[in-house]
């Protein structure tokens, strides 16, 4: 077998598994309950893109204009292009996902057909536990990039301590 013919068995396969995996993924989405998308601009290329992902991956939707639902604008207190409602949970570009792709992970927990919504007390515990993990960690980062200023300000302070030594 020539390389080239063993390049196009192995795209052949692996482009039919790919497409495998696509039909049992739109098996999986079909079983998700449908959500509401809130859309502030139907025409924008990040709404049209979302929603061409959603309708790829068999994930059932009902288009909804933000700016014709107040509540939902006032509760999220959020000018994002896009907002899912689904099961008593806000989902918000910007917020909870970028990218179609991780707006369906999301999707695929929170609108499960076994989907139970926790308690509100157990949810707002753990959001506060993840928020201060989160902050932490940003801390630890900006500390880390602040290291080596503060050495080099350390150094012109002793720079400048030892000239004035000398100079008295």
Do not use: C, W
């Amino acid at each position: 077998m020539k390389i080239s013919e063993l390049k196009k068995a192995v795209h052949k396969d692996l482009t039919a598994q790919k497409e495998i995996e696509k039909q049992k993924n739109i098996e999986k989405n079909s079983k998700l309950s449908k959500i509401d998308l809130y859309t502030s601009n139907s025409d924008h290329p990040s709404v049209i893109q979302f929603k061409k992902e959603l309708d790829l991956e068999g994930i059932k939707y009902i288009e909804k204009n933000i700016n014709d639902n107040p509540k939902v604008k006032y509760v999220t207190q959020s000018r994002g292009q896009i907002i899912v409602a689904i099961n008593g949970n806000y989902l918000i570009i910007g917020r909870e996902f970028n990218t179609p792709k991780q707006l369906i992970g999301i999707l695929q927990m929170v609108a499960a057909p076994d989907y139970v919504k926790p308690n509100t007390e157990d949810l707002l515990i753990e959001q506060v536990k993840n928020l201060n993990y989160n902050m932490s960690k940003a801390f630890q980062a900006f500390s880390k990039r602040l290291e080596p200023i503060v050495k080099i300000l350390s150094s012109l302070a002793d720079e400048e301590e030892q000239d004035n030594k000398k100079n008295a």
